[in-house]
């Protein structure tokens, strides 16, 4: 059990981290209360717990802001900063498997936390670098061609960027790991993270296209769009996909303790 020292620390940690980066505008002043509930559930466990937390919002603001001519073009309208409810919806699955670890220290609950980081980043950076510059963009509905910048298009180099900052997560979970900062994580279990958090990224790509996104209302025309079925919604749901076939795969392979 955290001393109260400890979770007071870690709260004035979090608040001003939260506060450096609602300055810099990355966030808005409504998601400081979700930046710290969604801390703080991760990092009652160990400090190091809220480093695989930082390493998906840091990265992430920092290409949401890196901006090319062709980039504002085609996503002039959409806001930077990141707001309660988008944190709460990319976050919200990773704090709940980090308390349930609290409670019950059962290792699946850690590897869950890490597969749920895992989905939002590899969807986070394959958005904002597949569209710095033109690519052409297919959807996964027949592979058809679609106008870049629409949910649910995909690209090659955002793909590939994508990849590339997956491996960089997982690099820098190995290391905290290897290090004993992080509770240990085999090799096998690495390969199934692998592959849950890059479906769960593909399937926020299949529920794009369901997404209603008044930009590109007759890029979709001939499949019904579902009302509530917005990009938050989405991420969650992709998160949810992601940590779910991580379980499955899991009780396959290990049955329940």
């Given at each position: ?21 609602y ?8 998601a ?21 937390l ?13 901006q ?50 895992a ?6 950076w ?15 509905y ?45 090799g ?7 592959i ?16 209603n ?13 579902i ?19 991580f ?11």
């Amino acid at each position: 059990m955290p001393s109260t020292y400890y979770i007071f620390s870690i709260s004035i940690l979090i608040f001003t981290v939260g506060w450096s980066i609602y300055k810099l505008k990355w966030i808005t002043l409504d998601a400081l209360a979700a930046l710290w509930l969604i801390g703080l559930a991760s990092g009652i466990n160990g400090f190091f717990w809220l480093f695989p937390l930082g390493y998906f919002l840091l990265t992430g603001s920092l290409l949401t802001k890196l901006q090319t001519d062709y980039k504002k073009r085609i996503k002039s309208k959409e806001k930077s900063a990141r707001n309660w409810k988008q944190l709460s919806a990319n976050g919200f699955l990773a704090a709940v498997s980090a308390f349930l670890y609290f409670l019950l220290h059962e290792p699946v609950y850690y590897y869950i936390y890490i597969t749920a980081i895992a989905v939002n980043l590899f969807d986070t950076w394959c958005a904002e670098t597949g569209t710095l510059f033109p690519a052409k963009t297919y959807s996964l509905y027949k592979l058809k061609v679609v106008p870049q910048g629409v949910s649910g298009g995909i690209t090659l180099g955002g793909t590939l960027g994508g990849y590339i900052g997956f491996l960089g997560y997982l690099m820098m979970v190995y290391i905290l790991s290897w290090l004993g900062w992080l509770p240990p994580i085999a090799g096998q279990i690495y390969g199934l993270i692998s592959i849950s958090g890059i479906l769960g990224g593909f399937f926020d790509s299949f529920l794009g296209i369901f997404e209603n996104e008044k930009d590109f209302e007759g890029v979709y025309r001939h499949i019904q769009k579902i009302a509530w079925l917005q990009n938050n919604m989405v991420n969650f749901l992709s998160s949810v996909f992601g940590c779910l076939i991580f379980f499955i795969f899991y009780l396959y392979l290990y049955g329940i303790a």
